[in-house]
């Protein structure tokens, strides 16, 4: 919070304050000589007429005939006039002499018989019968008046005023003047504190809580316009300064939004392109080894038909005759199924270089899989293998070469076979994903089993040619890389999940129409859509 102690309102206040002290002490200093010199005339006045009223009435009454009376008389004057400090009375009968005097210790002012009159500050005859010095100090007064009866002078009264009572009233009147500008200097203060606190003090707080509560983000937020003055027109411009930041700030925050979506959807599209260059990488290093495949196993069908054709044809001879004994016919029958072998693979090689070639139609997959168990199910039986299937209620019916189809689930039904020699459970699943827009995309088929599962090194391999975990003799490493290229063929996915120990399951994912995305797969062989391992 910022430092109130010394704000501005107080720094005007005591800048103001300062100013009229000042200006108050210059006024009193110069009021207090213009008032001296006035106070002083009429203080000087008063004693000169004090002076003949009291001679006058000490002639009128025969007074100077009793000293006494005339001691008492003058220390009455003494009294009602405050200024005086000494009064003496002289007469002359028959000789000049003291009548009476109020000091007590017996000294007086004789004005007829000072010496050297005119070295005194100042000598004055007001009228006739009176005159009027000032002593060297500058601090009394001496008044001298003639005291006439019946026109005769028979005497003289001295008054000793003192100037003190000049400086006494002077103070008054200057004390009583600064009070007065005092007064009036709090009025002014109290009137430009309560204009501060309602004119500025007021509308300056608001607009400070409005910048503090601006910098924490509340942009909506307007000082409250109170007057027409500088403050007024001050609040005016930071409300509109503050209309055009919050302004600002939304086409701001708009166009950032604008900018973070728009490269959220190019960043998204460099990983889509990312994404199919990667696959497009890995589907021509696939398409460069499935030719190199292809040519060699060409090479091999063609160099390895021909013989095992011509020795298969004279096995067969020799089987005819009937002069062997039963050891020989047993040797030329494992000849002739080891030459079926061979045959086999060699057409196996060649059917899985060569796009298949698809006769797409309308089917029921429930049925192909019903089919597919019920081929498998004297073996199933054989190795106590039991059976269960889930089929989808709701599940459409899709495009695709039954046949082909057939073979991938027979494929993946031998393989769990193997995975399971001493029995187990095989489960196979039809799903239909939810839909998609209001319409079902695909359809899902699971085959699990509860066999010895595979490691996550053999995962990544069993896809590729020649591959295989099999014991020798019991399989070339093609089965899978036929079942991937036919569903591939299909534009569809296989999934498969396993761990050592927890069995193995195959998911397959077939479009409802694969007609278009096949002609876009035709368009370049061996180039598939990818199948995925998990």
């Known amino acids: 919070m910022p430092d109130t102690r010394f704000g501005l309102q107080r720094k005007i206040i005591i800048i103001i304050a300062a100013a009229v002290v000042f200006v108050v002490g210059v006024s009193t200093y110069i009021a207090m000589w213009l008032t001296r010199l006035p106070v002083e005339e009429e203080i000087y006045r008063k004693a000169l007429a004090q002076a003949r009223l009291t001679a006058h009435q ?5 007074t100077l005939q009793n000293s006494e009376t005339v001691l008492k008389a003058l220390r009455q004057v003494e009294h009602d006039l405050s200024g005086i400090k ?22 007086h002012f004789e004005l007829d018989h000072l010496p050297n009159v005119e070295n005194y500050n100042e000598f004055e005859r007001p009228n006739d019968e009176q005159i009027a010095i000032e002593t060297p100090d500058d601090s009394f007064w001496v008044i001298g008046t003639t005291i006439y009866d019946q026109r005769q002078a028979v005497g003289c009264l001295n008054f000793k005023v003192s100037k003190s009572r000049l400086n006494a009233v002077t103070w008054d009147l200057v004390l009583r003047n600064l009070m007065l500008m005092l007064a009036s200097l709090a009025v002014v203060i109290l009137v430009i504190n309560a204009f ?7 509308p300056v707080k608001e607009m400070i809580r409005v910048m503090e509560a601006t910098e924490g983000g509340q942009l909506h937020l307007r000082a409250d316009v109170t007057s027409n003055d500088e403050i007024g027109q001050l609040a005016m411009h930071l409300n509109r300064m503050l ?3 919050e302004n600002f700030n939304t086409e701001l925050e708009r166009k950032v939004m604008e900018a973070t979506a728009e490269l959220a959807r190019r960043n998204e599209e460099l990983r889509q392109i990312n994404e199919e260059l990667f696959e497009t990488q890995k589907s021509l290093a696939r398409s460069e080894r499935l030719a190199v495949a292809g040519q060699l196993a060409a090479s091999l069908a063609h160099e390895i038909g021909t013989p095992l054709n011509s020795i298969s044809g004279h ?3 020799l089987a005819r005759r009937k002069t062997w004994d039963a050891g020989s016919e047993r040797r030329l029958q494992i000849i002739e199924t080891q030459i079926d072998n061979i045959v086999r693979t060699v057409k196996q090689l060649l059917s899985w270089t060569r796009k298949f070639d698809l ?5 029921d997959v429930r049925r192909v899989l019903e089919e597919a168990v019920l081929i498998s199910s004297p073996a199933l ?4 293998i039991k059976v269960k299937t889930e089929w989808s209620k709701e599940c459409p019916a899709i495009y695709g070469d039954s046949g082909y189809l057939q073979q991938v689930f027979l494929n993946l039904i031998n393989n769990s076979m193997d995975a399971m020699p001493r029995g187990g459970e095989l489960k196979i699943r039809l799903l239909s994903p939810p839909p998609d827009n209001g319409e079902a995309r695909q359809v ?11 490691s996550p090194e053999t995962l990544s391999h069993i896809f590729d040619p020649m591959f295989t975990t099999k014991r020798i003799g019991t399989g070339a490493g093609l089965g899978l890389a036929i079942c991937d290229q036919i569903i591939r063929q299909h534009a569809g996915t296989i999934r498969v999940e396993s761990e050592p120990g927890r069995g193995t399951r195959f998911t397959l994912h077939l479009p409802i129409d694969c007609r278009a995305k096949m002609e876009v797969v035709a368009s370049a062989p061996g180039v598939p859509a990818p199948s995925s391992v998990a």
């Open 243 to 245: 209309s055009r930041i």
């Open 381 to 384: 039986e054989f190795r106590k």
């Open 58 to 62: 000490l002639a009128n009454k025969g």
């Open 86 to 107: 000494e009064c003496d009375v002289f007469v002359h009968d028959p000789e000049h002499h003291l009548l009476a005097s109020t000091n007590p210790q017996g000294e």
């Open 315 to 317: 096995v067969q001879l």
């Open 196 to 202: 501060f606190v309602r004119r500025v003090r007021g």
């Open 359 to 363: 006769c797409i139609e309308r089917l």
């Open 444 to 454: 899902a088929v699971e085959v699990a089993d509860t066999g010895a599962g595979m």
